[in-house]
């Protein structure tokens, strides 16, 4: 097939925590179009690419992105005009080489990966079928089971908790509908246990989720096994963690921040494995700092009860996830196309991890757009399981209602059924 790219167009927007984001818009001489946003993360890994914003404070306290619109008006927009918008890898191709550096520090990764989602949804618009279909090359036959974050930890007045991310995990049942629901009535059920908890209204937290009641992990599984109890679904939610532990770690000393005391890898491992053993998890994403690549190979040989990813250390690159399955360090990652910059570095990711017998799970970002593209990906790439915010705002519930509508929309289809990879 062959449609050209006749314009490209870029202007700011906001994402949904109301940072400037550049979105691009691609249309080919057929009429298609593509339009696509690059989100952005709070947790933001050393090795990702580069987000280049305007640094002027006068605006958006230095995040606006008109840098990056001038960069697709200027720079991009006439290289990519002309060239078939169905051949993406040339088209990210010829991006990445107009930029010219390893981190995408020149043009930017927000800039360039906005303009690969343009030309990807622009391809799929041209065909006239959803992108994740598209992405697929037939009709889909799962949806992934979602993975809500719904205690937030970090950093509060009272307390730091160590873990970024409590999630819950909706297996137990082939139908996509009934396991939003489940995690619907879990996460509401929660605001209860832990208003009962604290003594009053538990506070929303940055990423929507409930802000963590205690600095103790324990305490909070403990609480959400309680709601989950209450809801009588407790054979069919699971656990899992993002420890975004890089974000807890001191390089001098080489220790982690653990319920108030500075612990070591060792420690830290230990501490992670005796979770395990009390609650089922899925997986556990980031235990250990973006750089500790010997404390993961360790982790793996001693948390057999569940699934170690990596995210900050391995940020979507296919060099990176070649040397985690050469030494052993994980056994999946977090697909985030953004961390790369491309559409095609990203499959490139998935596809080496599926040659390999590792497992992607992708991920939106904290400032996420409404319409982002990790979505198509999940569903098109048919993936056993992806990672979801709360249930709660707009942006993330749409990525719910965009599970459900896919199932709908594609016959015999049925949600992933991660019973086999399960190690608990």
Known sequence: ????????????????????????????????????????????????????????????????????????????????????????????????????????RNLGGNTIYSASIAAFRAAADARR????????????????????????????????????????????????????????????KLGEVLAKHLGHKPQVASSYGYAAPSDDPEVILSLMREAIDACGYGDRIAFALDCASSEMYDSETGTYLLKGSRVSTDDLIAYAKGLTE??????????????????????????????????????TSPALLQRAHETHAVDGFILKPNQVGTITEAMDAHRFASEHGMISVPSGRSGGVVDDVVMDFSVGLEVPFQKNGAPRSGERIEKLNFLMRANAASPGCRLYDIRPLLRF
Request: with cysteine.
């Open 278 to 315: 009390k609650f089922d998890f899925v997986f556990i994403e980031d235990l250990l700092d973006e750089n500790d690549w010997d404390g993961y190979a360790k982790a793996v040989r001693e948390l057999t009860r569940t699934i170690v990813l990596g995210d900050d250390l391995t940020v």
């Open 1 to 104: 097939m062959e449609d050209r790219i006749a314009s490209v167009r870029a202007q700011q927007i906001i994402d949904c925590k109301c940072r400037p984001a550049v979105e691009v818009e691609i249309r080919t001489e057929s009429g298609a179009v593509g339009r696509g946003a690059a989100p952005t993360g709070t947790s933001v890994g050393m090795h990702e690419a580069f987000v280049l914003r305007d640094g002027d404070p006068s605006s958006y306290n230095g995040l606006s992105v008109h840098k990056a619109v001038d960069k697709v008006l200027n720079v991009i927009g006439p290289a990519l005009v002309g060239m078939n918008v169905f051949d993406q890898r040339a088209i990210d191709e010829k991006m990445i080489a107009l930029d010219g550096t390893p981190d995408k």
């Open 129 to 188: 079928m959803p992108l994740y279909k598209h992405i697929a090359g037939r009709d889909i036959r799962t949806v992934p089971v979602p993975c809500f974050n719904i205690v937030n930890g970090g950093r509060y007045e009272t307390l730091t908790q160590a873990f970024n991310e409590f999630l819950i995990v909706p297996y137990g049942t082939d139908s996509i509908d009934f396991a939003v629901e489940m995690a619907v009535t879990v996460f509401q």
